[in-house]
């Protein structure tokens, strides 16, 4: 049996992930900051809930003394992200800037740092960053990609730090697979919107490249960015 933790996975993209890999026959942890909502979540799923706010130390690290009880962890999804809503009456500023820096980034290696102990202990360690193509270099130069139409200050920086820290941690840790995930553009509440209130697809849709890389075996990549279609540029 697999066993994964899922960051943010209490709505959006993060509960369709867990809904796919449960149907995939993984034990599945929904992390979440709110507690009523995470635990309503992973009952509607069939789920187990954990608390696990990842802009918090203790909260991380208490979710994964948990979760090392209970049996230990394959896979790590980092799916947990925030957006600003820039050019819509938001303006830039340092404390806002910080905070998606410390949730979209920051908060990656607060988990993955509390989960390799678990996940150096499985057979078939993989960790899974969601990042977007609006961190990729390649896409935001690519006339032809979304990305390049859409400007993102904030948020694509964080992302593009998503996908060094998973290259770095590729290096770094050979013994666990690391690759980050475009998973396209979904209609969540990103940014801080009602639910579904970000244009783009359904979020079962874009779960289903987070989904593919999280159950990927002994023999699959690692330090890649990967997207619908396959392998894409950073």
Known sequence: MTTTLITGANKGLGKATAQ?????GHTVYVGARDEGAGRAAADELGARFVRLDVTDDESVAAAL???????????LVNNAGIARREGMGEALDGPSVLEVFDTNAVGIIRVTEAALPLLRKSANPVVV????????????????????AFPSIVYGSSKAAVSMITVQYAKAVPEV????????ITATSLGGGEPGSHPGRPARESAEVVARMAMIGADGPTGTFQEDAGELGW
């Open 20 to 24: 796919r890999l449960i149907a995939a």
């Open 65 to 75: 003394k948990i979760i090392g009880a209970q049996g230990g962890l394959d896979v």
């Open 129 to 148: 960053n969601v990042s977007s193509a609006l961190g990729s270099f390649w896409a935001t130069h690519e006339p032809s990609r979304p990305a390049f």
């Open 177 to 184: 697979k690391f690759n980050a995930v475009e998973p396209g």
